[in-house]
């Protein structure tokens, strides 16, 4: 390619996804499933193989809130992304 240097480089920084995911840890995200239903709430951890613990959470199916959680688990192997939420959970958005 170029041979310019690291195009993975930001600031001096390398970024990983591990980096991401150790950053978002206690803010809002949005996990969207395999099936299409989004969790929405606090990250509180999650492993290696994806396994997420939530906090706050919120069932989205079709994009209309179905259920509120205080805690919830959800197997990595279901998972398709983790986004991280721009707007605060209480607005009901």
Same mark, same amino acid.
């Given at each position: %390619?170029?041979?310019?240097?690291? #195009? +993975?480089? *930001? ?13 978002? @840890?206690?803010r809002p995200v949005v996990v969207k499933l395999n099936?299409? *239903?989004? =969790? @929405? ?8 193989? %994806? #396994?997420?613990? %939530?906090?706050q959470t919120e069932e989205y199916v079709n994009g209309?809130?179905? +259920? ?6 959800? @197997?990595? #192997? #279901?998972?398709? =992304?983790i986004s991280t939420v721009n707007t605060p959970l209480?607005?009901?958005?």
């Amino acid at each position: %390619m170029s041979g310019s240097g690291d #195009n +993975n480089k *930001v600031s001096g920084t390398t970024k990983t996804p591990a980096d991401f995911l150790k950053s978002i @840890r206690g803010r809002p995200v949005v996990v969207k499933l395999n099936s299409g *239903v989004d =969790y @929405r709430g606090i990250l509180a951890c999650l492993d290696g193989y %994806m #396994n997420i613990a %939530m906090e706050q959470t919120e069932e989205y199916v079709n994009g209309q809130l179905k +259920n509120k959680y205080g805690d919830a688990f959800i @197997r990595g #192997n #279901n998972v398709l =992304y983790i986004s991280t939420v721009n707007t605060p959970l209480a607005d009901g958005a």
